[in-house]
């Protein structure tokens, strides 16, 4: 009766060999929900990276769009202070809604209370490329390709991590052509197709 220790005979390949000495085919993951930063240097250098990125509005009695969330951050590229609205990359093993719920929290907080649709469809997807002039919008870090939203919240909301503030703005004080272009990456032809989505285009 073979113990633990013997020796098992593949019916495959018709070699002895030890159970417990094979090696594993599995790198171990040390950072399973992202890559460490020299990694992920690298791979946005060579891959599209995937993000979700949302425009909070505040809705009306009426039902219609009466305030669009703007955030006031950093920009990833340059440094330099920009409107913005949220973004982050979606994690390995991370559904879309989960990777839309956790940044909505992450830059409005936990009692914005988002309302998200059974169908978590997006009303665009963007693409930014690292070199200027292929598309309106550019990311010098990389190439990546995002799910935006239109994301109505319903409670409180207070800028987190490294948003530093958030405005609200009616939708013709926001397609102020200035005010579109201070916006972050060229993510101000976002804002203007979210405006023709909800039938507001000025």
């Not at 060999?17 to 240097?41: A, I, K, Y």
């Not at 009695?61 to 990833?76: E, H, K, P, T, W």
């Not at 988002?114 to 690292?130: G, N, R």
């Not at 598309?135 to 987190?160: F, K, M, N």
């Amino acid at each position: 009766m073979a113990t633990v220790d013997s020796p098992r005979i593949s019916p495959t390949h018709g070699f002895m060999r030890h159970t417990r000495d094979m090696p594993s085919v599995r790198t171990p993951d040390p950072n399973p929900g992202w890559l460490p930063e020299f990694q992920l240097e690298e791979t946005r250098a060579r891959v599209p990276i995937l993000y979700v990125e949302a425009i909070p509005v505040q809705i009306d009695d009426l039902g219609r769009v009466d305030r669009i969330g703007v955030l006031l951050r950093g920009s990833a590229s340059t440094g330099e202070l920009n409107h913005s609205f949220i973004s982050g990359r979606v994690l390995h093993g991370e559904s879309v809604r989960s990777a839309l719920m956790r940044n909505l929290e992450k830059d409005l907080g936990p009692t914005a209370f988002p309302q998200l649709s059974a169908d978590i469809v997006p009303f665009t997807v963007a693409e930014y490329f690292p070199l200027p002039g292929l598309s309106p919008l550019h990311d010098s870090r990389q190439h990546a390709v995002a799910l935006v939203y239109i994301v109505p919240v319903a409670g409180e909301c207070a800028p987190r991590q490294d948003a530093l503030e958030l405005m609200w703005m009616t939708p013709e004080d926001i397609s102020d052509p200035r005010v579109l272009d201070d916006f972050d990456g060229g993510r101000g032809f976002l804002v203007k197709q979210a405006l023709a989505h909800l039938g507001l285009s000025f």
